[in-house]
């Protein structure tokens, strides 16, 4: 999001279980723990990510604040982000989308990521995985698409040579920075990075790109 022009929410996609849209990983003793949001989904496996709802059922917002609490509450940046997290805990939510939103956008917010963000549902883009992404380029009269190293495996670059749209794979390679406890896990939410790094945190971010697919 920090480098592109423009971010578009893929919202009108296909869920898929055991994927990063209703979960991500926080640092513990142990190594890493998951933070899921559960969502019904029983025979519904056809649901798009806009139409998910979450299960309210399980007392999964308390569970998430005290693992927050628990093992961040020494951090330098602990006071400063864990307010607002708390707050986001204690509405009610029944879409999964609507959660995903108001977070990230505090989260583009703390990190001063200032990038207009859209919904893929309000471009009326239909078609699916490569199809679909051409569709979004040409209807915000896009010159470039980044995205994803593993976007490459789906991915026609001829198709968007054809549209005249450059593809561009982000090539994340992971910086490392201090954490809570001994030793280094990649690749966990940010809450972890802005806890330990606060207003530095984008900067830390910054360090890991690179480009192309492996």
């Not at 592109?4 to 055991?18: I, K, S």
């Not at 899921?36 to 649901?47: A, I």
């Not at 198709?159 to 994340?172: A, C, P, T």
């Given at each position: 999001?920090?480098?592109?022009?423009?971010?578009?929410?893929?919202?009108?996609?296909?869920?898929?279980?055991?994927?990063?849209?209703?979960?991500?990983?926080?640092?513990?003793?142990?190594?890493?723990?998951?933070?899921?949001?559960?969502?019904?989904?029983?025979?519904?496996?056809?649901?798009?990510?806009?139409?998910t709802?979450?299960?309210?059922?399980?007392?999964?917002?308390?569970?998430?604040?005290?693992?927050?609490?628990?093992?961040?509450?020494?951090?330098?940046?602990?006071?400063?982000?864990?307010?607002?997290?708390?707050?986001?805990?204690?509405?009610?939510?029944?879409?999964?989308?609507?959660?995903?939103?108001?977070?990230?956008?505090?989260?583009?917010?703390?990190?001063?990521?200032?990038?207009?963000?859209?919904?893929?549902?309000?471009?009326?883009?239909?078609g699916?995985?490569?199809?679909?992404?051409?569709?979004?380029?040409?209807?915000?009269?896009?010159?470039?698409?980044?995205?994803?190293?593993?976007?490459?495996?789906?991915?026609?670059?001829?198709?968007?040579?054809?549209?005249?749209v450059?593809?561009?794979?982000?090539?994340?390679?992971?910086?490392?920075?201090?954490?809570?406890?001994?030793?280094?896990?990649?690749?966990?939410?940010?809450?972890?990075?802005?806890?330990?790094?606060?207003?530095?945190s984008?900067?830390?971010?910054?360090?890991?790109?690179?480009s192309?697919?492996?």
């Amino acid at each position: 999001m920090a480098w592109a022009d423009r971010f578009v929410y893929l919202d009108d996609v296909q869920f898929t279980r055991r994927d990063w849209r209703n979960r991500n990983r926080i640092r513990t003793s142990e190594g890493s723990s998951w933070l899921t949001v559960p969502v019904l989904q029983k025979k519904r496996f056809e649901q798009s990510l806009r139409d998910t709802r979450i299960d309210n059922s399980v007392s999964w917002r308390s569970k998430h604040c005290e693992s927050l609490r628990h093992h961040y509450r020494k951090a330098p940046y602990f006071d400063l982000y864990f307010p607002r997290f708390e707050s986001i805990y204690n509405k009610e939510w029944e879409f999964l989308v609507d959660l995903c939103y108001e977070s990230l956008d505090y989260l583009r917010s703390a990190l001063g990521i200032d990038t207009p963000t859209q919904k893929s549902s309000d471009l009326n883009a239909g078609g699916a995985k490569g199809d679909k992404i051409i569709r979004i380029c040409d209807a915000l009269e896009a010159t470039h698409y980044l995205t994803g190293d593993k976007s490459a495996d789906y991915l026609d670059p001829q198709v968007f040579i054809e549209h005249q749209v450059e593809l561009e794979y982000h090539g994340y390679k992971h910086p490392e920075y201090i954490q809570q406890y001994p030793g280094f896990v990649p690749y966990l939410s940010v809450v972890d990075l802005m806890f330990n790094h606060g207003d530095r945190s984008l900067d830390v971010l910054r360090q890991g790109r690179s480009s192309g697919p492996e």
